[in-house]
């Protein structure tokens, strides 16, 4: 584990990075939270409105039913390290650019880079599709993503289990009970018994 140090200087990088038109937008840098030692990495897409106005990762209607899927799983935020692939806000929660995904990953390149996680979380498909890049794995066309939500993806490096991003149970409410599913297999991965390609599902 690197010392703590490091993620100030990280953070404070953020806090005050430019390299993008996003930074434009940002009200407040939404930075990092949760446990940097649990060794399990979340990446969410990017901070929407009410992170952007309040620096705080997973606020309002999706962190309501983030904490929702949490409890239900009998975990709790604390047993992850938070981040966003994207640290400032995407005007109506469009898909970053080529350019802002360009100028933004690199910081989260450098916070895995710190973190050496066992397991990241991806919750949605702009994180899974960043995790597959970087693994150098083949990508499924857009529409066959959803298949990959709830399985194990073993990498090299650390061991994926994507996830549908919170949000999603706003437009799909239906989708609940799936998710709720896919969600309570993080008891085992914060408790250790999913870590390595023994229990691989693809
Ligand atoms: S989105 Fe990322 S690259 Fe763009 S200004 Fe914000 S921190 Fe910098």
Known sequence: MRPVSDHKVLYQAIASCTKCNLAQLRVKAV???????????????SPGEVENRTGRMFVGPSGKLFDELLDAAGVSRNDFYLTNLIKCMLPKSRRPSRTQWEACTPWLEEEIRIISPRVVVPLGFQALKFLLIRAGMPRPPRKEYRFLFGKFIQTNDYLVYPLRHPTALL?????????????SKLKQ???????NSRDLYL
Request: positive net charge; aromatic residues 6%.
């Open 31 to 45: 930075l990092p939270e949760g446990n940097s030692r649990s060794g399990i990495m979340m990446i969410a897409q």
């Open 171 to 183: 437009f799909n409410p239906e989708k609940r009970k799936v998710m709720t599913g896919n969600y």
């Open 189 to 195: 991965i914060v408790g250790g018994s999913v870590s």
